[in-house]
């Protein structure tokens, strides 16, 4: 089994001043199996947005330029692997998402929740929301 990579914390990781950062590192440090960390497009979309925005990092911000050679550094660590969409990725989302309630947010965190559950992965992340899918193997970096 991999850890599917969530946004908060690959944020984390690529941000030395991001306040979870020395967590992130650090248990990162601890991890020795190669390809263990997975990488999808939707994580690396939401890295992307962030770490560019100024709203979200005001002076903190950084170019796409230098997100997108951080993101290529990641990808020299053998730890570190992208990966497609599992098989049935669509059938588990539209299970996550199908009791919320009008106007509750079903984005990036439903759709991670859903990869993670229909790939047989755990998924990386601070955000303890994510217990609240039935089913999926949250890993929170201590």
């Known amino acids: 089994m991999g850890y599917l990579a969530d946004v908060n914390f690959l944020i984390a990781l ?13 248990w990162l440090g601890r991890q020795e199996q190669a ?4 990488l999808c497009r939707v994580a690396q979309m939401g890295v992307l947005r962030i770490l560019t ?8 911000v950084l170019s796409a330029a230098a997100v997108w050679d951080a993101w290529d550094l990641l990808l020299t660590d053998d730890r570190f692997t992208s990966i497609q969409e599992p098989a049935g990725i669509e059938s588990e989302w539209r299970l996550v998402t199908r009791d919320f309630a009008p ?3 079903v984005g990036t965190d439903t759709y991670l929740a859903a990869f993670a ?18 089913g999926l193997e949250v890993e929170i970096p201590d």
């Open 103 to 105: 106007g509750r947010h």
């Open 35 to 38: 390809g263990s960390i997975l």
């Open 53 to 60: 925005n100024p709203t979200w990092l005001k002076g903190e």
């Open 117 to 134: 559950r229909a790939g047989g992965y755990s998924l990386l992340t601070f955000d303890r929301g994510f217990h609240q899918f039935e």
């Open 14 to 26: 690529l941000h030395a001043r991001h306040s979870l950062s020395e967590r992130a590192v650090a």
